[in-house]
């Protein structure tokens, strides 16, 4: 039984392995193609992997693979008869697996006939100022929100020097950057309130973190721990820290180790994106970048026209 396990690995070793080392040998140029075919397919196993991962598709991938293992071995360990049953389930493998599948095949199909082909890929339409912009006006809104009806809140948003640290110490959250969840973690007497939101890399990473805060000599004292934390995480980092105070429902900004008090709902939108978009993103970049998304905007017009023009 050992012995033909191991004939079996010389014959494949002999029969592919080897020939195909031969083979690169004789055509080096080859070597290329075999590299951006493993890419290719590595991504794309990534991709499919990513897709099904939060899906019933996953159990049943698990499932089929534990089937061909089952059908590898019962052909080395000779079990004729097992062998027998799962080649016959093999060979309705495709059919089961388009019917199983169904619901994954035309999510896929439809994305490659859409415009939501380069997300697919992982790749997103939106440029990184766009999408920054749109989550500081989120921000504000939720802010906003939040002073009217004087809840406490903190919020950092994360900018070139990584806080990873503060983040394991909360709650992680990991989802787009909404008013309506801002608004909702700091609800008095609920699990996340307490604590600080961190913003990162356009998302909600974590509620409820711990920040370092700022010595007694830094801050005036009628200001309370939310803002003594404000400070603190602005001076070990880049990051700016929003504060709304319980008590009066005031909005604070603190950067650089430095607190800006009482400031309206304009001003806090220049402040942010001040700091966050236009000082980390130079203007030339910018032009550049919308420059890109003139012409893509050009090209999304010519094909909705002809698509117009079919349709009548």
């Excluded at 196993?45 to 089937?67: E, N, P």
């Excluded at 006006?137 to 939040?146: D, F, G, M, T």
């Excluded at 700091?186 to 974590?206: C, Q």
Aim: with cysteine.
């Amino acid at each position: 039984m050992i012995d033909n396990f191991v004939q079996i690995l010389e014959n494949f070793y002999e029969r592919n392995i080897l020939t195909y080392i031969q083979t690169l040998q004789m055509y080096p140029i080859k070597l290329i193609s075999v590299i951006l075919d493993l890419i290719i397919v590595v991504f794309l196993i990534y991709q499919l992997i990513k897709i099904v991962k939060d899906s019933r598709a996953w159990q049943l991938i698990k499932g089929i693979t534990l089937l061909i293992i089952a059908r590898w071995l019962s052909d080395i360990l000779n079990l004729t008869i097992l062998n027998y049953l799962l080649s016959e389930v093999m060979n309705w493998g495709v059919i089961l697996l388009i019917i199983i599948f169904q619901p994954e095949i035309r999510r896929a199909l439809e994305q490659l006939g859409t415009n939501k082909f380069t997300r697919f890929f992982g790749i997103d339409n939106k440029d990184i100022v766009t999408r920054t912009k749109e989550d500081i006006y989120k921000i504000v809104i939720a802010v906003s929100e939040l002073s009217k009806s004087s809840t406490g809140a903190l919020i950092v948003i994360e900018r070139d020097i990584k806080i990873k640290d503060i983040v394991s110490t909360g709650i992680a959250i990991e989802s787009e950057v909404s008013p309506q969840l801002l608004v909702n973690i700091f609800v008095p007497n609920t699990p996340l309130h307490d604590g600080a939101v961190v913003i990162s890399n356009n998302k909600i990473a974590a509620a409820a973190c711990m920040l370092p805060l700022a010595s007694d000599m830094d801050i005036a004292k009628e200001l309370g721990t939310r803002h003594r934390a404000a400070i603190g995480i602005s001076k070990e980092s880049d990051g700016i820290a929003i504060v709304v105070s319980e008590e009066t429902g005031k909005i604070s900004v603190a950067k650089d180790g430095t607190l800006i008090a009482d400031v309206k709902e304009d001003a806090l939108k220049k402040i942010l994106i001040s700091n966050i978009i236009t000082k980390r993103f130079p203007e030339d970049k910018q032009v550049k970048m919308k420059h890109f998304e003139k012409i893509k905007n050009k090209i999304k017009e010519k094909s909705e026209k002809k698509d117009a023009k079919k349709q009548k």
